[in-house]
Protein backbone atom coordinates (compact mmCIF):
# COMPACT_ATOMS: atom_id res chain seq x y z
CA UNK A 1 0.00 0.00 0.00
CA UNK A 2 0.95 3.60 -0.78
CA UNK A 3 1.82 5.97 1.84
CA UNK A 4 -0.87 8.45 2.27
CA UNK A 5 0.22 11.71 0.99
CA UNK A 6 -0.38 14.82 3.14
CA UNK A 7 -2.39 17.87 1.72
CA UNK A 8 -0.59 20.98 1.15
CA UNK A 9 -0.92 24.04 3.65
CA UNK A 10 -1.70 21.59 5.66
CA UNK A 11 -1.29 23.97 9.09
CA UNK A 12 -4.06 25.92 7.93
CA UNK A 13 -6.14 23.37 6.82
CA UNK A 14 -5.94 22.39 11.01
CA UNK A 15 -6.27 25.35 11.98
CA UNK A 16 -9.21 26.18 10.35
CA UNK A 17 -10.96 22.48 11.33
CA UNK A 18 -9.82 23.87 14.41
CA UNK A 19 -11.96 26.73 14.21
CA UNK A 20 -15.08 24.90 13.20
CA UNK A 21 -14.79 23.02 16.94
CA UNK A 22 -16.96 20.33 15.79
CA UNK A 23 -14.72 17.57 16.42
CA UNK A 24 -15.98 15.11 19.27
CA UNK A 25 -19.46 16.87 19.45
CA UNK A 26 -22.01 14.33 19.66
CA UNK A 27 -24.24 13.58 16.58
CA UNK A 28 -26.38 16.35 14.89
CA UNK A 29 -29.98 15.41 13.57
CA UNK A 30 -29.57 17.74 10.48
CA UNK A 31 -25.62 16.58 9.61
CA UNK A 32 -27.88 12.41 10.16
CA UNK A 33 -30.29 13.54 7.71
CA UNK A 34 -27.85 14.55 5.28
CA UNK A 35 -25.93 11.08 5.25
CA UNK A 36 -28.69 9.07 5.33
CA UNK A 37 -30.44 10.84 2.08
CA UNK A 38 -26.93 10.49 0.46
CA UNK A 39 -27.13 6.87 1.44
CA UNK A 40 -30.74 6.66 0.22
CA UNK A 41 -30.09 8.39 -3.21
CA UNK A 42 -26.45 6.73 -3.75
CA UNK A 43 -28.36 3.21 -2.83
CA UNK A 44 -25.67 2.27 -0.52
CA UNK A 45 -25.27 0.82 2.86
CA UNK A 46 -22.57 3.67 4.30
CA UNK A 47 -22.80 7.35 3.89
CA UNK A 48 -20.56 9.22 6.23
CA UNK A 49 -19.15 12.93 7.17
CA UNK A 50 -15.94 12.58 7.60
CA UNK A 51 -13.29 15.25 9.03
CA UNK A 52 -9.60 14.99 8.80
CA UNK A 53 -7.74 15.75 12.06
CA UNK A 54 -3.76 15.71 12.34
CA UNK A 55 -3.97 11.58 12.62
CA UNK A 56 -7.13 10.30 12.33
CA UNK A 57 -10.24 10.73 10.27
CA UNK A 58 -13.47 11.63 12.49
CA UNK A 59 -17.03 11.02 11.80
CA UNK A 60 -19.72 13.67 12.42
CA UNK A 61 -22.22 11.57 11.28
CA UNK A 62 -22.08 7.65 10.59
CA UNK A 63 -24.82 5.89 8.60
CA UNK A 64 -24.27 1.89 8.49
CA UNK A 65 -20.89 2.43 9.89
CA UNK A 66 -19.94 1.06 13.58
CA UNK A 67 -17.29 2.95 14.41
CA UNK A 68 -16.62 6.98 14.60
CA UNK A 69 -13.43 7.00 13.74
CA UNK A 70 -10.10 5.47 11.78
CA UNK A 71 -6.53 6.17 11.53
CA UNK A 72 -5.69 9.10 8.84
CA UNK A 73 -2.90 7.10 7.08
CA UNK A 74 -5.34 4.47 6.09
CA UNK A 75 -8.24 6.73 4.80
CA UNK A 76 -9.71 6.62 1.96
CA UNK A 77 -11.23 10.55 2.64
CA UNK A 78 -7.51 11.67 2.75
CA UNK A 79 -6.86 11.23 -0.94
CA UNK A 80 -10.57 12.80 -1.34
CA UNK A 81 -9.40 15.84 0.34
CA UNK A 82 -6.37 16.75 -2.04
CA UNK A 83 -8.24 15.61 -5.28
CA UNK A 84 -9.20 18.00 -8.01
CA UNK A 85 -11.94 16.03 -9.11
CA UNK A 86 -15.43 16.96 -7.94
CA UNK A 87 -16.24 13.75 -6.58
CA UNK A 88 -13.46 11.06 -5.49
CA UNK A 89 -14.67 7.53 -6.86
CA UNK A 90 -12.85 3.77 -6.37
CA UNK A 91 -15.33 1.39 -8.19
CA UNK A 92 -13.46 -1.71 -6.90
CA UNK A 93 -11.02 -0.69 -4.29
CA UNK A 94 -9.18 -4.35 -3.89
CA UNK A 95 -8.10 -3.60 -7.47
CA UNK A 96 -6.78 0.01 -7.29
CA UNK A 97 -2.57 -0.22 -6.12
CA UNK A 98 -3.88 2.80 -3.97
CA UNK A 99 -6.04 1.01 -1.86
CA UNK A 100 -5.62 -2.74 -2.96
CA UNK A 101 -3.40 -3.49 0.63
CA UNK A 102 -5.16 -1.18 2.89
CA UNK A 103 -6.95 -3.20 6.05
CA UNK A 104 -10.39 -1.41 5.38
CA UNK A 105 -10.78 -3.15 2.08
CA UNK A 106 -10.71 -6.67 4.24
CA UNK A 107 -13.22 -8.38 6.73
CA UNK A 108 -16.71 -8.64 6.86
CA UNK A 109 -18.00 -5.34 5.86
CA UNK A 110 -14.94 -4.45 3.25
CA UNK A 111 -14.46 -0.56 1.57
CA UNK A 112 -14.98 -1.86 -2.27
CA UNK A 113 -17.01 0.89 -3.20
CA UNK A 114 -16.15 4.65 -2.63
CA UNK A 115 -17.61 7.67 -3.47
CA UNK A 116 -16.80 10.71 -1.56
CA UNK A 117 -16.91 15.01 -2.37
CA UNK A 118 -14.56 17.13 -0.47
CA UNK A 119 -15.97 19.83 2.00
CA UNK A 120 -14.21 23.33 1.19
CA UNK A 121 -14.64 26.19 3.35
CA UNK A 122 -14.81 29.62 1.76
CA UNK A 123 -10.67 29.82 2.04
CA UNK A 124 -10.96 26.92 -0.13
CA UNK A 125 -9.35 24.79 2.91
CA UNK A 126 -10.85 20.95 2.66
CA UNK A 127 -12.15 20.31 5.77
CA UNK A 128 -13.49 16.64 5.67
CA UNK A 129 -15.93 14.80 3.16
CA UNK A 130 -19.28 13.42 2.62
CA UNK A 131 -18.63 10.22 1.42
CA UNK A 132 -20.86 6.83 0.58
CA UNK A 133 -19.15 3.39 0.56
CA UNK A 134 -20.57 -0.09 -0.58
CA UNK A 135 -18.90 -3.65 -0.03
CA UNK A 136 -19.47 -4.82 -3.52
CA UNK A 137 -18.10 -3.23 -6.51
CA UNK A 138 -20.57 -0.39 -8.11
CA UNK A 139 -20.68 2.70 -9.80
CA UNK A 140 -22.14 5.97 -9.47
CA UNK A 141 -24.37 7.50 -12.42
CA UNK A 142 -24.58 11.23 -13.26
CA UNK A 143 -27.53 11.75 -11.21
CA UNK A 144 -26.45 10.19 -8.08
CA UNK A 145 -22.96 12.65 -8.79
CA UNK A 146 -24.69 15.55 -8.93
CA UNK A 147 -26.63 14.94 -5.69
CA UNK A 148 -23.37 13.66 -3.80
CA UNK A 149 -22.07 17.48 -4.96
CA UNK A 150 -25.22 19.30 -3.98
CA UNK A 151 -25.31 17.50 -0.60
CA UNK A 152 -21.62 18.45 0.31
CA UNK A 153 -23.05 21.89 -0.58
CA UNK A 154 -25.87 21.59 1.98
CA UNK A 155 -22.89 20.06 4.78
CA UNK A 156 -20.82 23.10 3.82
CA UNK A 157 -23.40 25.71 5.22
CA UNK A 158 -24.17 24.12 7.76
CA UNK A 159 -20.48 24.35 8.52
CA UNK A 160 -20.48 27.68 7.86
CA UNK A 161 -24.00 28.38 10.00
CA UNK A 162 -21.87 26.77 12.91
CA UNK A 163 -18.83 28.78 12.52
CA UNK A 164 -21.27 32.12 12.64
CA UNK A 165 -22.64 31.12 15.66
CA UNK A 166 -19.30 30.56 17.41
CA UNK A 167 -17.97 33.87 16.37
CA UNK A 168 -21.47 35.13 17.77
CA UNK A 169 -21.00 32.82 20.90
CA UNK A 170 -17.86 34.36 21.59
CA UNK A 171 -18.53 37.89 21.04
CA UNK A 172 -21.99 37.50 23.66
CA UNK A 173 -19.09 36.02 26.08
CA UNK A 174 -16.79 38.90 25.69
CA UNK A 175 -19.61 41.32 25.81
CA UNK A 176 -20.96 39.53 29.14
CA UNK A 177 -17.44 39.91 30.35
CA UNK A 178 -17.10 43.92 29.35
CA UNK A 179 -21.01 44.59 30.73
CA UNK A 180 -19.86 43.17 34.04
CA UNK A 181 -16.79 44.80 34.27
CA UNK A 182 -19.29 47.97 33.89
CA UNK A 183 -21.40 47.20 36.02
CA UNK A 184 -18.77 46.30 38.83
CA UNK A 185 -17.00 49.28 37.73
CA UNK A 186 -19.85 51.63 37.83
CA UNK A 187 -20.58 50.15 41.30
CA UNK A 188 -17.31 50.81 43.26
CA UNK A 189 -17.52 54.40 40.96
CA UNK A 190 -20.68 54.86 42.70
CA UNK A 191 -20.29 53.73 46.40
CA UNK A 192 -16.73 55.35 46.68
CA UNK A 193 -18.31 58.92 45.06
CA UNK A 194 -21.56 58.73 47.43
CA UNK A 195 -20.11 59.30 50.53
CA UNK A 196 -17.55 62.29 49.63
CA UNK A 197 -21.01 64.08 48.02
CA UNK A 198 -23.13 63.33 51.08
CA UNK A 199 -20.50 64.76 52.95
CA UNK A 200 -20.31 68.16 50.76
CA UNK A 201 -23.76 68.47 50.99
CA UNK A 202 -23.48 68.67 54.81
CA UNK A 203 -20.34 70.47 54.86
CA UNK A 204 -22.15 73.15 52.59
CA UNK A 205 -25.55 73.23 55.12
CA UNK A 206 -22.35 73.77 58.10
CA UNK A 207 -21.25 76.47 56.24
CA UNK A 208 -24.62 77.92 55.51
CA UNK A 209 -25.54 77.57 59.48
CA UNK A 210 -22.21 78.81 61.02
CA UNK A 211 -20.91 81.20 58.77
CA UNK A 212 -23.92 82.61 57.43
CA UNK A 213 -24.22 85.74 58.74
CA UNK A 214 -20.87 86.35 57.93
CA UNK A 215 -20.95 85.34 53.55
CA UNK A 216 -22.68 87.72 51.56
CA UNK A 217 -26.17 87.15 49.28
CA UNK A 218 -24.13 86.18 46.09
CA UNK A 219 -21.94 83.94 48.62
CA UNK A 220 -24.99 82.17 49.68
CA UNK A 221 -26.27 81.83 45.96
CA UNK A 222 -23.29 80.23 45.14
CA UNK A 223 -23.35 77.93 48.12
CA UNK A 224 -26.73 76.83 46.70
CA UNK A 225 -25.79 76.01 43.18
CA UNK A 226 -22.73 73.82 44.67
CA UNK A 227 -25.57 72.35 46.98
CA UNK A 228 -27.93 71.94 44.45
CA UNK A 229 -25.16 70.39 41.74
CA UNK A 230 -23.72 67.74 44.89
CA UNK A 231 -27.76 66.67 44.71
CA UNK A 232 -28.42 66.24 40.88
CA UNK A 233 -24.11 64.48 40.53
CA UNK A 234 -25.49 62.41 43.41
CA UNK A 235 -29.00 61.57 41.59
CA UNK A 236 -26.66 61.00 38.35
CA UNK A 237 -24.65 58.30 40.34
CA UNK A 238 -28.18 56.96 41.08
CA UNK A 239 -29.33 56.39 38.04
CA UNK A 240 -26.51 54.90 36.35
CA UNK A 241 -26.50 52.72 39.48
CA UNK A 242 -29.72 51.70 39.00
CA UNK A 243 -29.65 50.90 34.91
CA UNK A 244 -26.84 48.57 35.41
CA UNK A 245 -28.15 46.94 38.46
CA UNK A 246 -31.65 46.35 36.32
CA UNK A 247 -30.61 43.04 35.31
CA UNK A 248 -30.38 41.70 38.90
CA UNK A 249 -33.99 42.92 39.41
CA UNK A 250 -35.38 40.75 36.91
CA UNK A 251 -33.29 38.08 37.62
CA UNK A 252 -34.42 35.24 39.52
CA UNK A 253 -38.07 33.90 40.99
CA UNK A 254 -39.23 37.16 42.35
CA UNK A 255 -42.69 37.10 41.68
CA UNK A 256 -45.43 38.32 44.28
CA UNK A 257 -48.79 38.98 43.60
CA UNK A 258 -50.58 42.11 44.05
CA UNK A 259 -52.91 44.97 43.31
CA UNK A 260 -51.91 47.16 40.66
CA UNK A 261 -53.55 50.44 43.04
CA UNK A 262 -51.87 49.43 45.88
CA UNK A 263 -48.26 49.76 44.09
CA UNK A 264 -49.61 52.86 42.44
CA UNK A 265 -50.12 54.14 46.18
CA UNK A 266 -46.82 53.22 47.10
CA UNK A 267 -45.19 54.83 44.24
CA UNK A 268 -47.25 58.45 44.47
CA UNK A 269 -46.13 58.17 48.39
CA UNK A 270 -42.10 57.47 47.56
CA UNK A 271 -42.43 60.73 45.08
CA UNK A 272 -43.90 63.03 48.10
CA UNK A 273 -45.46 65.18 45.27
CA UNK A 274 -45.89 69.19 46.16
CA UNK A 275 -47.61 70.08 43.05
CA UNK A 276 -51.46 70.35 42.43
CA UNK A 277 -52.26 67.20 40.86
CA UNK A 278 -55.80 64.91 39.93
CA UNK A 279 -54.22 60.79 39.50
CA UNK A 280 -56.43 58.83 37.71
CA UNK A 281 -56.02 55.18 39.06
CA UNK A 282 -56.92 52.19 36.69
CA UNK A 283 -59.53 49.42 37.40
CA UNK A 284 -58.05 47.33 40.13
CA UNK A 285 -56.33 44.45 39.09
CA UNK A 286 -54.50 41.81 41.08
CA UNK A 287 -51.11 41.12 39.40
CA UNK A 288 -48.77 37.91 39.51
CA UNK A 289 -45.09 39.33 38.57
CA UNK A 290 -42.23 41.17 39.77
CA UNK A 291 -43.27 43.56 41.86
CA UNK A 292 -40.25 45.20 42.46
CA UNK A 293 -39.10 45.94 38.61
CA UNK A 294 -42.63 47.17 37.80
CA UNK A 295 -42.21 49.15 40.91
CA UNK A 296 -38.69 50.83 39.51
CA UNK A 297 -40.98 51.37 35.92
CA UNK A 298 -43.93 52.97 37.11
CA UNK A 299 -41.82 54.79 39.30
CA UNK A 300 -39.81 56.46 36.78
CA UNK A 301 -42.92 56.76 34.05
CA UNK A 302 -45.46 58.33 36.56
CA UNK A 303 -42.30 60.57 38.30
CA UNK A 304 -41.88 62.10 34.40
CA UNK A 305 -45.58 62.72 34.59
CA UNK A 306 -44.99 65.28 37.53
CA UNK A 307 -41.75 66.48 36.49
CA UNK A 308 -41.74 67.32 32.90
CA UNK A 309 -45.61 68.74 33.16
CA UNK A 310 -46.24 72.84 32.69
CA UNK A 311 -49.81 72.58 33.60
CA UNK A 312 -50.98 74.37 36.56
CA UNK A 313 -52.75 71.39 37.42
CA UNK A 314 -51.02 68.09 36.62
CA UNK A 315 -53.23 65.35 35.65
CA UNK A 316 -51.66 61.66 35.21
CA UNK A 317 -53.92 58.47 33.93
CA UNK A 318 -52.66 55.00 34.47
CA UNK A 319 -54.68 52.06 33.07
CA UNK A 320 -53.89 48.67 33.52
CA UNK A 321 -55.94 45.51 31.74
CA UNK A 322 -54.50 42.28 30.63
CA UNK A 323 -54.81 39.27 28.00
CA UNK A 324 -53.42 36.30 27.17
CA UNK A 325 -50.26 35.94 28.38
CA UNK A 326 -49.41 39.90 29.22
CA UNK A 327 -50.43 42.72 31.51
CA UNK A 328 -50.73 46.10 29.62
CA UNK A 329 -50.54 49.47 31.32
CA UNK A 330 -50.79 53.34 29.45
CA UNK A 331 -49.20 56.06 31.49
CA UNK A 332 -50.70 59.64 29.70
CA UNK A 333 -49.89 62.60 31.53
CA UNK A 334 -50.99 66.45 29.95
CA UNK A 335 -47.15 67.64 30.26
CA UNK A 336 -45.12 69.16 27.87
CA UNK A 337 -45.02 66.67 25.34
CA UNK A 338 -42.20 65.01 23.31
CA UNK A 339 -41.04 66.31 19.76
CA UNK A 340 -42.06 63.68 16.79
CA UNK A 341 -38.53 63.52 15.99
CA UNK A 342 -37.19 62.98 19.39
CA UNK A 343 -39.51 59.97 20.10
CA UNK A 344 -37.61 57.12 18.46
CA UNK A 345 -34.29 58.22 20.49
CA UNK A 346 -36.05 58.92 23.84
CA UNK A 347 -34.85 55.37 25.20
CA UNK A 348 -31.19 55.12 24.33
CA UNK A 349 -28.92 55.53 26.85
CA UNK A 350 -28.19 59.27 27.89
CA UNK A 351 -30.70 60.78 25.73
CA UNK A 352 -33.15 63.61 27.02
CA UNK A 353 -36.37 64.89 25.24
CA UNK A 354 -36.76 68.16 27.22
CA UNK A 355 -33.70 71.24 27.79
CA UNK A 356 -35.26 71.31 31.42
CA UNK A 357 -38.40 69.86 34.10
CA UNK A 358 -40.30 71.62 35.77
CA UNK A 359 -38.10 72.94 38.09
CA UNK A 360 -35.69 74.06 35.39
CA UNK A 361 -32.99 70.81 36.20
CA UNK A 362 -31.78 68.90 33.17
CA UNK A 363 -32.25 65.00 32.95
CA UNK A 364 -29.26 62.83 32.93
CA UNK A 365 -31.16 60.73 30.21
CA UNK A 366 -30.87 57.47 32.08
CA UNK A 367 -34.74 56.53 33.24
CA UNK A 368 -36.65 55.81 30.25
CA UNK A 369 -33.39 53.25 29.09
CA UNK A 370 -33.42 51.47 32.24
CA UNK A 371 -37.24 51.39 31.96
CA UNK A 372 -37.14 49.85 28.68
CA UNK A 373 -33.95 47.46 29.61
CA UNK A 374 -36.36 46.50 32.63
CA UNK A 375 -39.46 46.02 30.51
CA UNK A 376 -37.36 43.77 27.62
CA UNK A 377 -36.14 41.68 30.78
CA UNK A 378 -40.12 40.75 31.58
CA UNK A 379 -40.76 39.80 27.99
CA UNK A 380 -42.34 43.14 27.23
CA UNK A 381 -41.96 46.02 25.09
CA UNK A 382 -42.73 49.93 25.41
CA UNK A 383 -43.72 52.46 23.12
CA UNK A 384 -44.27 56.01 23.18
CA UNK A 385 -47.18 58.50 21.82
CA UNK A 386 -47.30 62.26 22.17
CA UNK A 387 -48.37 65.72 20.93
CA UNK A 388 -46.46 68.72 22.14
CA UNK A 389 -48.07 70.77 24.66
CA UNK A 390 -50.84 68.50 24.95
CA UNK A 391 -50.66 65.20 26.71
CA UNK A 392 -47.34 61.59 26.71
CA UNK A 393 -48.58 58.31 27.00
CA UNK A 394 -46.43 55.50 27.21
CA UNK A 395 -47.68 52.15 26.19
CA UNK A 396 -45.78 48.85 27.55
CA UNK A 397 -46.62 45.58 28.38
CA UNK A 398 -44.87 42.61 30.64
CA UNK A 399 -45.43 38.42 30.54
CA UNK A 400 -47.58 37.17 32.68
CA UNK A 401 -46.01 34.60 35.51
Not at 73 to 80: A, G, K, L, V
Not at 111 to 124: E, P, Q, S, T
Request: glycine letters at 6%.
Amino acid sequence: MKTTPIPAEEVNRLKALRNLKILDTAPEKQFDEVSELASLICETPVALISLLDKNRQWFKSCIGFSTNETEREISFCNYTIKSDQEIFEISDARIDSRFKNNPLTFGEKPIIFYAGVALRDDNGFALGTLCVIDHKPKTLNNKQRKALAYLGNQVVQLFNIRLKNNILRESQKLLKEKNNQLKNFAGVVSHDMKMPLANMIVTIDILKSKYGKKIDEAGIEYLRNLKRSAFKLSDYISNILTHYESDSITDGNQIEVFEINTLIEDIVEMLDVTEDYELHYPKNVKLSTNRVALEQILLNLIGNCFKYNDKEKIIISVECYEDDGYYNFVVTDNGIGIPKEKQASIFNLFTTAADKDRRGSKGNGIGLSTVKKIIRNLGGDIKVESKVGIKTSFKFFIEKE
